[in-house]
């Protein structure tokens, strides 16, 4: 077990399509986990509790190196962004990353956006995707209520900033009637969380999440292990279950959350501990240590 502490440090990472912030956390020599987040979120907000939860029985946070990816203008204090991107952009962005701090390959896990742009990476380079977790997401390009419903919130963002419309759209997204009522101390501080991003940096990633191209037909390429997680209670719970359809069905594993929705894993963590345990059991990543794939160094 790795007792060296984790402090975290910040970096900027230069890109093609402007820097990114990038926090990593963990022993250079560990194997890598990377993490990317969901629309007006950030690594912190979406991982930290879920991560300190899981706890030091939880090989990822034993035996990994984390690397958070914030997607542009979503890290703590960005400004607004004076350009916009789109998903393939992304997906580049996390190659100068890997580059930037010398990582051949890593295991990914993405919520939402992130599911979309870990799985269409590791579609393109599977070569340096050992291992997926994805918290919701699809494969498809949006069908039309949801491009309806994307486009008056980002019409919303652009022009009257984060209303409490906007707040409630996105709250709804990510937790499910039950969570709202029984945890309305957890829903308030994601509303807080929402507020402290820029409008239109929200509604930028938004817009490229809206543009988004169908990546059915690529997810056969992904050759690594897939663990899929969806809500009972996620609005896009067929999305999801359509993104799980699209891989290998000898590489892909399901599991279903009762009673939660988009974040699911800060809804119910303990529902995913075991789950995420065998699924790097299955990669070889508990015991004994040596059997750690050194690739992903």
């Given at each position: 077990m790795d007792s060296t502490p984790r402090r975290p440090t910040a970096h900027v990472v230069p890109t093609p399509h402007?820097?990114?912030?990038?926090?990593?956390?963990?022993?250079?020599?560990?194997?890598?986990?990377?993490?990317?987040?969901?629309?007006?979120?950030?690594?912190?907000?979406?991982?930290?509790?879920?991560?300190?939860?899981?706890?030091?029985?939880?090989v990822v946070n034993t035996r990994f190196r984390h690397v958070h990816i914030d997607s542009p203008g979503h890290e703590e204090g960005s400004g607004d962004l004076a350009t916009t991107y789109n998903m393939d952009q992304l997906v580049e962005q996390?190659?100068?990353?890997?580059?930037?701090?010398t990582i051949k390959a890593f295991v990914g896990i993405g919520v939402g956006v992130g599911s979309y742009v870990l799985a269409l990476f590791a579609a393109t380079h599977p070569h340096r995707v050992l291992g997926l977790l994805l918290i919701g997401g699809t494969s498809r390009a949006p069908c039309w209520s949801e491009w309806i419903s994307n486009t008056i919130l980002t019409w919303t963002l652009a022009y009257a900033g984060m209303t409490s419309w906007a707040e409630r759209t996105f709250l709804s997204r990510w937790f499910s009637p039950s969570t709202h009522e029984s945890q309305p101390d957890l829903v308030a501080f994601?509303?807080?969380?929402?507020?402290?991003?820029?409008?239109?940096?929200?509604?930028?990633l938004l817009e490229a999440y809206g543009s988004r191209s169908d990546i059915g037909k690529q997810l056969g390429k992904v050759?690594?292990?897939t663990?899929?997680?969806?809500?009972?209670?996620?609005?896009?719970?067929?999305?999801?279950?359509?993104?799980?359809?699209?891989f290998d069905s000898t590489i892909a594993t399901?599991?279903?959350?009762?009673?939660?929705?988009?974040?699911?894993?800060?809804?119910?963590?303990?529902?995913?501990?075991?789950?995420?345990?065998?699924?790097?059991?299955?990669?070889?990543?508990?015991?004994?240590?040596?059997?750690?794939?050194?690739?992903?160094?």
């Open positions: 402007g820097p990114v912030h990038v926090e990593v956390e963990g022993a250079e020599d560990l194997p890598t986990l990377v993490t990317y987040h969901g629309i007006g979120l950030n690594h912190a907000s979406t991982f930290r509790s879920f991560l300190t939860h899981l706890g030091p029985s939880c996390i190659e100068s990353v890997l580059d930037h701090l994601y509303r807080a969380e929402l507020r402290k991003r820029h409008a239109v940096n929200v509604m930028k050759r690594c292990k663990l899929v997680f969806v809500g009972g209670m996620d609005p896009m719970q067929s999305d999801t279950m359509e993104l799980f359809a699209q399901w599991v279903k959350v009762d009673g939660c929705s988009l974040l699911l894993h800060i809804e119910n963590p303990s529902a995913l501990r075991l789950p995420i345990n065998l699924f790097f059991q299955g990669l070889g990543y508990i015991i004994p240590t040596q059997t750690v794939h050194p690739e992903a160094k």
